[in-house]
T-cell receptor, first 112, second 118 residues
Framework: QQQVKQSPQSLIVQKGGISIINCAYE??????FPWYQQFPGKGPALLIA?????SEKKEGRFTISFNKSAKQFSLHIMDSQPGDSATYFC???????????FGKGTRLSVIA | GAVVSQHPSRVICKSGTSVKIECRSL??????MFWYRQFPKQSLMLMAT?????????EQGVEKDKFLINHASLTLSTLTVTSAHPEDSSFYIC??????????????FGEGSWLTVV
């Protein structure tokens, strides 16, 4: 049973455009929703994270939108750049020493 | 942000030997660390949860006698792949939970270790 479903699997965006990646979760006990960026051969780097008490969080060009009732959250990358080309993972966890549950990842390619 | 250091970044070992991978939280204490395995173009697969001072909790299908995990201090966890075989070749990544940071309960990842068994 996949607890976090991520889409699309791959995404191609023109430079300067908006990249949008969506995730849906099933476990209503989840209370922490991070996004990670991973470049080939590197470990995932925390990009931005949100908790269910807010509907949106913005850090620079990256924004998380969170819809608690729909059990969905999304990552928006504004003014996408070729350097943003990477694999993005959404994840979820709940309080305590529980591990993250990951989506399957989205391979983003930003083309000039 | 917080840093998790993983060493070695790449290691080649002969089949039948053991190899140890270290994971350190550099600027925070991590009571809980996690070990993942990642195959090419796939998501991270959780192998085990490592709690400081206690036995690790392994995910179903992960051989605890083959993948030995030790979390002897609040800043160090190790993964030892024993009697390695070519099918153990993979990208191993650790992560550590910072429960005391400003953001609260944030999980940071190491840069990963490429293991090649020949």
């Amino acid at each position: 049973q996949q607890q976090v479903k991520q889409s699309p699997q791959s995404l191609i965006v023109q430079k300067g455009g908006i990249s949008i990646i969506n995730c849906a979760y099933e476990n209503t006990a989840f209370d922490y929703f991070p996004w990670y960026q991973q470049f080939p051969g590197k470990g995932p780097a925390l990009l931005i994270a949100i908790r269910p008490d807010v509907s949106e969080k913005k850090e620079g060009r990256f924004t998380i939108s969170f819809n608690k009732s729909a059990k969905q959250f999304s990552l928006h990358i504004m003014d996408s750049q070729p350097g943003d080309s990477a694999t993005y993972f959404c994840a979820a966890s709940y309080s305590g020493n529980t591990p993250l549950v990951f989506g399957k990842g989205t391979r983003l390619s930003v083309i000039a | 942000g917080a840093v998790v250091s993983q060493h070695p970044s790449r290691v080649i070992c002969k089949s039948g030997t053991s190899v140890k991978i270290e994971c350190r939280s550099l600027d925070f204490q991590a009571t809980t660390m996690f070990w993942y395995r990642q195959f090419p173009k796939q998501s991270l697969m959780l192998m085990a949860t490592s709690n400081e001072g206690s036995k690790a909790t392994y995910e179903q299908g992960v051989e605890k006698d083959k993948f030995l995990i030790n979390h002897a201090s609040l800043t160090l966890s190790t993964l030892t792949v024993t009697s390695a075989h070519p099918e153990d070749s993979s990208f191993y990544i650790c992560s550590a939970r910072d429960s005391q940071g400003a953001a609260g309960n944030t999980i940071y990842f190491g840069e990963g270790s490429w293991l090649t068994v020949v």
